[in-house]
């Protein structure tokens, strides 16, 4: 029984670990559609939330079945209730990287962003496929301490979504009311991102240390 | 057992009353101070986030008790996933109410939006209302029709929000950058309030007909 618990567990976490290298591949191609004007990866990353989202279903189902079968309590419990969290904010990044792909397909083929934000955006999507990565990682290998480093990679981002109004706010912003309500929804989407993954490393942090998560 | 698990579930439906009607409080509150620069409206929507923040981990706490207690199966077990989603919908709608409180605060004295927007505004924060009584509705008493409802309503929001894009892109629109990326902000949070009315809906839908929630 405690054997197969642990089969089923380390399946569930294999199932959160494919979950956050989907949603970081798709975040990099979307970042890609939104900077080149691809269609292509556009494309690609809307087709491909569909699978994200079936990843979710089935790693609910998983805990679900868990839960009805193996009745876990303590640590156990908590890694199950822990997977529907990660799963949650999993699922909710995949639609953040399919909202970036659609902002870059409604205008193409112009790009979406223009030339003078093109750095912060880079950077935003550099800060977030780090954050993605590190998902990724404290789910293969609990790791308290790179769970703890997205908060600095997600002060980072604040500082790249302040210093974003700082250039659409400037006196000298040639681009009209259009590109920057692109740009604040955008900036948001990253944003959102970021604040996801977060989410996620804290709930690994309790899964590890037994501290509750605090809600932002 | 099955009386006591009963009464833990009523007192877990009743906690999530209270957020839904906390929520549908704070985002009431948050329009007022929006739309009439009522700073301390906007001050008492933002101070209260930590008591709906509390009630989510208190129903958290609660559903993981009784999972470790009572080991529920079937529609009992599903009530309990039912439960965390619907808290963690209900949470990040109370956040949203913090988001459109904070933008009342940063512009005041000055509205944060213009004549010429009230209307969309006033509209909007009157759909998520209506929404918000809804989900607290079928919390106390569910029902999969007043659920369903909340589709058509979020329809409604939808064209609400491509109205709102219409004004700020419109030629004549005399307020600049800073004002549309309020606005633009103020329609996703608007918006997003009412997404996860939807989502709530869904979950209570799939308690009574055990039809799956599909994530958006």
Known sequence: MRDEFRADLDTVSQMLVEMAEGVRAALRQATRALLTADRQAAESVIAGDAGIDALYRQVEE???????????????????????????????MGDLADHVAKTALRRHPSPAVPAELRP?????????DR???????????????????????????????????????????????????????????????????VNSGEHVVYLITGEPVTPA
């Open 120 to 128: 912060v955006f880079t950077d935003m999507a550099g800060i977030a």
């Open 131 to 197: 954050m993605a990565e590190k998902i990724a990682s404290v789910l293969a290998r609990p790791d308290a301490t790179v769970a703890a480093e997205l908060d600095s990679d997600d002060d980072a981002m604040d500082e790249l979504h302040k210093g974003l109004f700082g250039v659409l706010l400037g006196e000298d912003w040639p681009y009209g009311v259009e590109t920057a309500i692109d740009a604040t929804l955008l900036g948001r989407f990253y944003e959102r991102f970021a604040d996801h993954a």
């Open 62 to 92: 998983r805990v679900c079945d868990l839960l009805a079968r193996q009745a876990p309590v303590a640590s156990d419990l908590r890694a199950m209730i822990t997977a529907l969290h990660v799963a949650a904010d999993l699922e909710r």
